[in-house]
């Protein structure tokens, strides 16, 4: 009998910019590499994103949400167990921004998004994300010094994703919008990732299309999906109501190697710029 891997629940976060030749009916998204030697999609581009840790659906979490609480998450995310879970996607996917990137999707005490565009804020942040990447300092321990709140009202549900079942890791992914702090400028963490970009979806697939910009089926979908849309307000405006189905992607030998495909049951919103069974 082969055994199947539990899943392990994760956040991901699609952050969205306006270029700076742009008159606002075009956008960038943010996309880090992946280490070569990460024991999943190594040396491929990515969203800013990980796993959900304990802390991250903590009863107290709920007090540091703008626009979120318990029960709206539940609502949101229907699908997840334990259901206190559901708030921990949102927490896990700014969080995981911030550690990775670099950005923080938080406000301050008078209602302002946080900048962090001067020396001063931008070394003091740079030592939160260095410990808290070191595990010297928790998340919300940041928040509580520095009397902040996240904005989880700024990140928009937009997909939910399952590794195949085969895979030695597997990860049940909450795929998020939101745009960029205006303030911020990300940089990726050196470690676990090896580059950033900015890039417009569709040319992130044209790349991709070429052989020069390796990704895994997951993330060509949603870029497939997103590029389909002229501003960044009609993207955050389509998760308004939006019927979010789980996605459980399937492993199929083509040519003589296994390749992550869509599961039969599915059609990809949009062509796939590569050939669909391929996923490459």
Same mark, same amino acid.
């Given at each position: 009998?082969?055994?199947?891997?539990?899943?392990?629940?994760?956040?991901?976060?699609?952050?969205?910019?306006?270029?700076? /030749?742009?008159?606002?009916?075009?956008?960038?998204?943010?996309?880090?590499?992946?280490?070569?030697?990460?024991?999943?999609?190594?040396?491929?581009?990515?969203?800013? #994103?990980?796993?959900?840790?304990?802390?991250?659906?903590?009863?107290?979490?709920?007090?540091?949400?703008?626009?979120?609480? $318990?029960?709206?998450?539940?609502?949101?995310?229907?699908?997840?167990?334990?259901?206190?879970?559901?708030?921990?996607?949102?927490?896990?996917?700014?969080?995981?921004?911030?550690?990775?990137?670099?950005?923080?999707?938080?406000?301050?005490?008078?209602?302002?998004?946080?900048?962090?565009?001067?020396?001063? $804020?931008?070394?003091?942040?740079?030592?939160?994300?260095?410990?808290?990447?070191?595990?010297?300092?928790?998340?919300?321990?940041?928040?509580? $010094?520095?009397?902040?709140?996240?904005?989880? /009202?700024?990140?928009?549900?937009?997909?939910?994703?399952?590794?195949?079942?085969?895979?030695?890791?597997?990860?049940?992914?909450?795929?998020?919008?939101?745009?960029?702090?205006?303030? $911020?400028?990300?940089?990726?963490? #050196?470690?676990?990732?090896?580059?950033?970009?900015?890039?417009?979806?569709?040319?992130?697939?044209?790349?991709?299309?070429? #052989?020069?910009?390796?990704?895994?089926?997951?993330?060509?979908?949603?870029?497939?999906?997103?590029?389909?849309?002229?501003?960044?307000?009609?993207?955050?405006?389509?998760?308004?109501?939006?019927?979010?189905?789980?996605?459980?992607?399937?492993?199929?030998?083509?040519?003589?190697?296994?390749?992550?495909?869509?599961?039969?049951?599915?059609?990809?919103?949009?062509?796939?710029?590569?050939?669909?069974?391929? #996923?490459?």
């Amino acid at each position: 009998m082969t055994m199947v891997t539990i899943s392990r629940d994760a956040a991901t976060v699609m952050i969205l910019r306006r270029p700076c /030749d742009s008159s606002g009916r075009d956008f960038e998204v943010l996309m880090v590499l992946r280490h070569p030697g990460s024991i999943f999609a190594p040396d491929c581009y990515v969203f800013p #994103g990980g796993c959900l840790d304990e802390e991250d659906y903590a009863p107290e979490v709920e007090r540091f949400c703008r626009g979120l609480n $318990q029960a709206r998450a539940r609502s949101l995310i229907r699908d997840i167990l334990p259901p206190e879970k559901a708030i921990g996607a949102w927490i896990a996917g700014i969080r995981e921004t911030f550690e990775e990137v670099g950005l923080l999707l938080a406000y301050e005490r008078d209602g302002s998004l946080v900048s962090i565009d001067s020396e001063v $804020q931008k070394a003091q942040y740079s030592a939160y994300r260095r410990a808290l990447i070191e595990g010297r300092i928790g998340f919300l321990d940041i928040l509580e $010094q520095e009397r902040l709140t996240l904005a989880t /009202d700024h990140l928009h549900y937009f997909s939910h994703w399952i590794t195949p079942e085969p895979l030695p890791y597997r990860y049940d992914v909450r795929f998020f919008l939101a745009e960029a702090p205006a303030d $911020q400028e990300g940089m990726h963490d #050196g470690l676990e990732l090896t580059g950033h970009v900015w890039i417009r979806p569709k040319d992130a697939l044209e790349q991709c299309k070429q #052989g020069k910009f390796g990704m895994v089926l997951p993330t060509i979908v949603n870029l497939v999906e997103v590029s389909g849309f002229m501003t960044i307000e009609e993207a955050i405006r389509s998760t308004e109501a939006k019927v979010i189905p789980a996605i459980l992607t399937q492993m199929k030998m083509i040519r003589g190697e296994y390749v992550e495909v869509m599961p039969e049951d599915v059609i990809p919103n949009g062509p796939l710029p590569v050939h669909p069974e391929s #996923g490459q």
